[in-house]
Structure formats: C-alpha cells, structure tokens
C-alpha cells in the first residue's frame, strides 16, 4: 500500500492571507496520479486539484495551487486569498496509475479561516 | 442532480446486530467503491467494484461484505456489527481510472456501534 502523510493536523489562517499545506509520499512508481479532496463541516468529499506526475506543471485551481517536487515526493497545497468557505479538512490522495483504482488518503489537515 | 446517494444518513446498532448500507448512482459509472473514515486515519478503502456483477477487497475487508447486483447500487453489509466498526462511511463512484474522471462521493453515513 502507498503512504500519504499530512504532518499537519491543524492550520489556522486570516481571511484573505495565504495557507500552505504539505503532503509526502511514498512510492516506487513511476507514473501516478496525486489530489488534493476537501471535506467541509457538510461532510461532502469535493475533488480541489489534481496532478498528473509526468507532468512538470504545477496543477492550479483558482486560488488554490500545489508545489509538485516528484523527487522528494513532496505535494503541498497552496490556498491563496483565504475565503471562510475554505474552513474544512483537506485530504491528499494518492493513484498508483491509470488502471488502479484504488486511492491512498493522508490522515487529513483541519483548516480553519479566521474572519 | 443526485450524484451519489447513500441511505441511511445515521445509525445506531448493537453489537450482533446486521445491517446493510446502499449506496446509489445516477450517473452511470463503472466503478463503485465504498471507504470508512475514522478520526486521525483519512479514508481507508473497503471494498470496491468495476462493474456489475463484479466486486473486489480493498485495504479493510474484514467483517464486511459487498454486492453490486445493479449497475447503479452498491451495497455494503455487516453480518455481525461489531464496536470497531463504529466510523463514517462513504460512498464513491467514478466512470473510468485516471485522473480525467474523478471519484465523486456520496454525503457519507454515520454508523456507532454500541
């Protein structure tokens, strides 16, 4: 099974600054695919980025963004212009390839926005 | 726009007890999964199915039994709920592997096991 450690369990932000989350993993493959899920209080999964590991291009959503360093299995997730609709705990996920189906979840980063 | 619909929202049983948890999808996807979330733990992944007629373990199997006998319905038992069962389940499903069609989830199921 693939590791997905969030070492953070708790950040707190002002509105309208910028939070950054951090994800590594663990894997001997090549070819994968990694994402960032965000769970509010509603307790709704909502899909906020993804990444394709052949592509050197950081993936960018809007205000949200990842630091994609494949060397050092590193995935963090960048939330610019803080909104109180980001309150919500933020998973990273991890796909081995294309023809697995299986996702791998980190233990999960509770992020409050301040007002 | 149901997306994934999962029935019931809440449940309390006692420990023996059974029970089945069903998940629906209106959006003619292949594959279905179901994961349990406890605190601290992220989404483990309990069984899943790629299409009718077909399911396969995922990282937590145990105590847990799965049927896909429709294409649109996923259904997750518990032969003999026991206390460690106690968690939020969810509900997943998604038209193909890769990255191009995410896993779309359900609004989740609170079980306890008392």
């Known amino acids: 099974a693939q590791t997905v450690t969030q070492s953070q369990p708790e950040m707190s932000v002002q509105e309208a600054e910028t939070v950054t989350l951090s994800c590594t993993y663990d894997t001997s493959e090549n070819n994968y695919y990694l994402f960032w899920y965000k769970q509010p209080p509603s307790r709704q999964m909502i899909l906020v980025i993804r990444q394709e590991a052949y592509k050197q291009q950081n993936a960018t959503e809007n205000r949200f963004s990842v630091n994609f360093q494949k060397a050092a299995k590193s995935f963090s997730l960048k939330i610019s212009d803080s909104q109180l609709g980001d309150t919500a705990m933020y998973f990273c996920a991890f796909m081995m390839s294309p023809n697995d189906y299986k996702l791998s979840f980190g233990a999960g980063t509770t992020v409050t926005v301040r007002a | ?114």
């Open chain 2, 1 to 114: 726009n149901a997306g994934v619909t999962q029935t019931p929202k809440f449940r309390v049983l006692k420990t023996g007890q059974s029970m089945t948890l069903l998940c629906a999808q209106d959006m003619n996807h292949e594959y279905m999964y179901w994961y349990r979330q406890d605190p601290g733990m992220g989404l483990r992944l309990i069984h899943y199915s790629v299409g009718e007629g077909t399911t396969a373990k995922g990282e937590v199997p145990d105590g847990y039994n799965v049927s896909r006998l429709k294409k649109q319905n996923f259904l997750l038992g518990l032969e003999s709920a026991a206390p460690s069962q106690t968690s939020v389940y969810f509900c997943a499903s998604s038209a193909r592997t890769g990255s191009n069609q995410p896993q779309h989830f359900g609004d989740g199921t609170r079980l306890s096991i008392l």
